[in-house]
C-alpha cells in the first residue's frame, strides 16, 4: 500500500466520523476500509439506548464490504475525537476483523491526521479464527 493510499483513507475515515450517531456517549467514531480490488467502503458508530445493540465503525464499513461480496481487505482506518493518542479498535472489533485474516493493516490515526499501523493479528494475538475450529479435540466421553 502506498502513502496515497494510507493518506486517503485516513481522511476518509475521518469524514466518515461525521456522520457517527453517538448521542448518549458522544464519541465519534469514523472507519475507511480499503478492499483487496481497491473499493473503499466508510462507516460509522451507530448507537443505541440499548447499549449492546451499538454498532462500531470498523464492523459497520466491513458489513457493508461482505455485503456487496467482498472478503478480502488491505487496511482499515479508523478515527475518533481523542486528541492526544490513535484510537484502537474494541475487542469485539478486533475479533471481527481478524475473521478477514491476521496480516492486514490497522491505521490507527488522531484528528491532526497522524496515525500508528499494526497488523490485524498483533492487536489480537492468539486470536480465534476458522483453523481454530479444526484442531484436534479430545474425544467424547461416555
Known amino acids: 500500500m502506498d502513502e496515497k493510499q494510507v493518506d486517503d483513507l485516513v481522511r476518509r ?3 466518515a466520523k461525521e456522520q457517527s450517531y453517538s448521542p448518549y456517549s458522544k464519541f465519534r467514531v469514523g472507519a475507511a476500509l480499503l478492499c483487496q480490488d481497491g473499493r473503499i467502503y ?19 464499513a466491513l458489513v457493508k464490504a461482505v455485503s456487496e461480496g467482498h472478503r478480502k481487505f488491505k487496511a482499515i482506518a479508523i478515527a475518533s475525537d481523542l486528541a492526544n493518542k490513535t484510537i484502537s479498535p474494541c475487542g469485539a472489533c478486533r ?3 481478524v475473521e478477514f485474516g491476521v496480516s492486514w493493516d490497522v491505521i490507527m490515526t488522531k484528528p491532526d491526521m497522524t ?28
Open 13 to 15: 475515515c475521518q469524514e
Open 95 to 97: 475479533q471481527f476483523l
Open 42 to 60: 466508510t462507516g460509522c458508530n451507530v448507537e443505541n439506548v440499548s447499549y449492546g445493540l451499538t454498532i462500531c465503525a470498523e464492523r459497520t
Open 115 to 142: 496515525y500508528k499501523t499494526m497488523k490485524t493479528g498483533e492487536l489480537l494475538p492468539l486470536c480465534v479464527v476458522s483453523e481454530s475450529l479444526e484442531e484436534e479435540k479430545v474425544s467424547k466421553l461416555a
